[in-house]
């Protein structure tokens, strides 16, 4: 299959990278440093063993992309208003368009803007950065799970699991509704606090009242995805998270990097929307909710 990558920043450059390098057709989308990729390459210096692409295929208008069979989002979710416009060329009939993005709602939104387009989340865990033009630095972890929203054809969705498998990437078809809840037990709490509180994830949980919490505000997220009508998810979830943080590379996440660089947070899909599914299903997220004020003050400055 042909990929498209729309968003070739930490996520996007990162995975479209590795499909690249075991042979997949790959076509990346790049906005500030398609000139300096174009000369350049691209790079992944990563834990699990660097790499160069000295000649990607690499576009600064999706207009000029050829349609390909996969594209992969990862897009920062507040440009979600251009998603329309830039997939448009990319599409076949049959195209499966991944939302790597974090927060819930994202299908949804989309879906209604694309009514025929076949849609899947892509639900990334992995450390990774994009600091510097052409350069995606990988710390820690890199697994990503699938969840078909809309696609008719599963099969399609496998094949795109077994590419990434083949490329290196330990990948796995999730249900879908469970797997963004699940992805959501760590992003809210941590992606917030680590702004709030300017500080790395190694630092909240070395600290017990914010390791207090950190898994205070899962269990309100794990409350809540129960009462959304998620079954395959409890408390232990919640410590499980704790342990692999405890346990990966020092992390400053994807909303702390947005906010240090004074760029727009995702609070949308991130807080206020999974917020306000909490309350129409009854449980609501008291100490989310006081983050979430607390990252709209911040960002408003």
């Known amino acids: 299959m042909t990929y498209a990558v729309i968003g070739t920043g930490a996520i996007g450059g990162y995975y479209g990278s590795k499909l690249a390098r075991c042979g997949q057709e790959v076509h990346f989308l790049l906005h500030s440093d398609y000139r300096y990729v174009l000369a350049h390459g691209l790079q992944v210096n ?167 919490l950190i898994l205070s505000q899962m269990l309100e997220v794990i409350r809540a995805a129960q009462a959304c009508g998620v079954s395959n998810i409890d408390a232990t979830f919640a410590d499980k998270m704790i342990y692999n943080t405890e346990h990966m590379t020092p992390y400053s996440p994807s909303m702390k990097l947005d906010y240090d660089y004074r760029r727009p947070m995702e609070i949308d899909y991130l807080y206020t929307r999974p917020l306000q599914m909490a309350r129409q299903a009854g449980s609501p997220m008291p100490q989310l909710e006081m983050l979430e004020a607390e990252l709209l003050f911040m960002q408003q400055q």
């Open 46 to 212: 990563s834990c699990d063993g660097s790499f160069h692409l000295p000649h990607p295929f690499v576009y600064n208008d999706s207009s000029t992309m050829p349609p390909c069979d996969v594209v992969l989002v990862g897009l920062k979710s507040v440009n979600n208003h251009l998603l329309p416009s830039l997939l448009k060329p990319l599409l076949k009939p049959s195209t499966l368009v991944i939302l790597i993005q974090n927060g819930l709602g994202l299908e949804d939104d989309l879906q209604k803007q694309m009514p025929g387009v076949a849609l899947a989340a892509g639900l990334a865990f992995i450390c990774s950065a994009k600091t510097e033009p052409g350069t995606v630095n990988h710390q820690c972890y890199g697994y990503i799970n699938i969840g078909n929203y809309s696609c008719p054809d599963q099969a399609i969705v496998d094949k795109v699991v077994a590419d990434f498998r083949t490329a290196g990437v330990d990948a796995n078809a999730v249900e879908y509704h469970e797997a963004r809840w699940k992805k959501a037990v760590w992003n809210m709490p941590f992606n917030g606090m680590t702004v709030a509180l300017q500080a790395q994830t190694d630092h909240l949980l070395a600290h017990p009242s914010t390791r207090q």
